[in-house]
C-alpha cells in the first residue's frame, strides 16, 4: 500500500504544479491567495515526508 503522506504530498505538488501553469501572476512564484496556499501545503507536506525519511533512516 503507497505511503498516505507520499500521496498527499505528491498530489500537493501537482496541485501547485497545475495552478502555477494556469495563473500568470504566479509565473515565477505563489503570489496570489490560492498560490500561495497550495505553495505552503506542499512545502509542508514535503517537509513532514522527508522528516519521515530522516528518521527511518536513523532506525
Not at 500500500?1 to 515565477?28: E, F, G, I, K, V
Not at 496570489?32 to 525519511?53: P, W
Request: glycine residues 2%; proline residues 5%; charged residues 25%.
Amino acid at each position: 500500500m503507497p505511503d498516505d503522506l507520499y500521496q498527499r504530498y505528491q498530489a500537493a505538488h501537482r496541485a501547485c504544479q497545475a495552478h502555477t501553469a494556469s495563473c500568470a501572476p504566479c509565473a515565477d512564484s505563489p503570489t496570489c491567495s490560492t498560490g500561495k496556499r497550495l505553495y505552503e501545503t506542499f512545502a509542508r507536506l514535503q517537509d513532514a515526508y522527508l522528516t519521515r525519511l530522516k528518521q527511518r533512516r536513523k532506525r
